[in-house]
């Protein structure tokens, strides 16, 4: 029930432009609270434009889908594939990034505790989504 | 994966966008299923079934049996 409702809402097409939104006024405050309204100004304003970019863009499959409204399961099973997909380009630049640290002498700090962060959050995944299925 | 969605809805004059609506899938997607880029969840694939009166072996079949 919880779960069908959670899709409605992801699926709606206000969503993706309302999350831009609140992620644009938590920018804000992060920027305001150390010092640089400007810049947290700036964000709100570049967020706003894309959540109106997605509230207002045509019938293109991939921002429909992106948007949530056009998302069904063909587009979710790209959703997953891409989001593999960034989080292993993540994991590859860390991983690179770490050892040109260590090599140039420095503590690879804080490439390591997100290395290890990201390790761990792959191996619950595996133990949850294993028990789950 | 070998189906013929495409020849029963050509058969039954249905446009891509009218089985998408009924199978509440993107047009795309019943695209991506005629020209088998996309292999349908097992809930999408009974659903086409049921909709055509197909059974589901009948719709969807294996390339090397």
């Not at chain 1, 290395?115 to 028990?131: H, I, K, N, Q, S």
């Amino acid at each position: 029930m919880t779960r069908i409702r959670s899709r409605a809402i992801t699926r709606s097409k206000w969503f993706m432009p309302l999350f831009c939104l609140a992620l644009g006024v938590v920018m804000l405050a992060a920027f305001w609270l150390g010092g640089q309204l400007g810049v947290g100004l700036f964000s709100l304003a570049a967020l706003a434009g894309f959540g109106l970019f997605f509230l207002l863009a045509g019938r293109s499959e991939t921002i429909r889908g992106l948007a949530g409204a056009g998302r069904d399961e063909r587009f979710a099973q790209i959703d997953l594939r891409a989001t593999a997909v960034s989080g292993l380009a993540l994991l590859v630049t860390l991983i690179v990034t770490w050892l040109v640290q260590i090599a140039e002498g420095h503590s690879g700090h804080p490439y390591d505790w997100l290395l290890a962060v990201g390790g761990l959050a792959y191996l619950l995944a595996v133990v949850f989504f294993r028990w789950l299925s | 994966m070998k189906n013929q969605v495409r020849t029963l809805r050509t058969q039954r004059n249905l446009a891509q966008g009218q089985l998408a609506e009924a199978m509440g899938v993107s047009r795309q997607t019943i695209n991506s299923i005629e020209k088998e880029r996309y292999t349908p969840s097992l809930p999408l694939a009974i659903a086409l079934a049921r909709y055509f009166g197909v059974p589901v072996e009948e719709m969807f079949g294996d390339e090397d049996s």
